[in-house]
């Protein structure tokens, strides 16, 4: 699930309400917790809370139409003695259209 990674500052788009666009936000960020597949999406979205445009209240509500189409599914964490998680990370952060910048 990847809508929203050509998501930018687009200052032809028109603005919308942003106190609802934060409310949304909000409630997606409480979701990542147990919903981690969102967050690239979330926090990307999240960027956009001070001035939000039409496209990126689009993309919000696709994240939430990939959460309803996707309540089915999980992962189960069994219980051992000896547990490993390994992650891994490929970064482009210079590829950011809204800012080129790294925003660690």
Same mark, same amino acid.
């Not at 603005?15 to 917790?33: C, E, P």
């Not at 051992?80 to 998680?85: D, H, M, P, Q, V």
């Given at each position: 699930?990847?809508?929203? /990674?050509?998501?930018?500052? &687009?200052?032809? *788009?028109?603005?919308?309400? +942003? /106190?609802?666009?934060?409310?949304?936000? +909000? *409630?997606?960020?409480?979701?990542?917790?147990?919903?981690?597949?969102?967050? #690239?999406?979330?926090?990307?979205?999240?960027?956009?809370?001070?001035?939000?445009?039409?496209?990126?209240?689009?993309?919000?509500?696709?994240? #939430?139409?990939?959460?309803?189409?996707? *309540?089915?599914?999980? #992962?189960?964490?069994?219980?051992?003695?000896? #547990?490993?998680?390994? @992650?891994?990370? &490929?970064? +482009?952060?210079? +590829?950011?259209?809204?800012?080129?910048? @790294?925003?660690?």
């Amino acid at each position: 699930m990847h809508p929203t /990674t050509h998501l930018g500052l &687009d200052e032809e *788009s028109a603005k919308v309400d +942003g /106190t609802q666009y934060r409310a949304m936000i +909000g *409630s997606l960020l409480y979701l990542t917790a147990s919903r981690p597949n969102i967050m #690239f999406n979330v926090c990307l979205c999240s960027r956009f809370q001070k001035e939000p445009r039409e496209v990126h209240l689009i993309a919000v509500k696709q994240i #939430f139409r990939y959460i309803i189409g996707t *309540s089915n599914l999980g #992962f189960l964490l069994k219980r051992r003695e000896s #547990f490993k998680l390994t @992650s891994y990370c &490929d970064v +482009g952060y210079g +590829g950011d259209k809204g800012y080129m910048k @790294s925003t660690s």
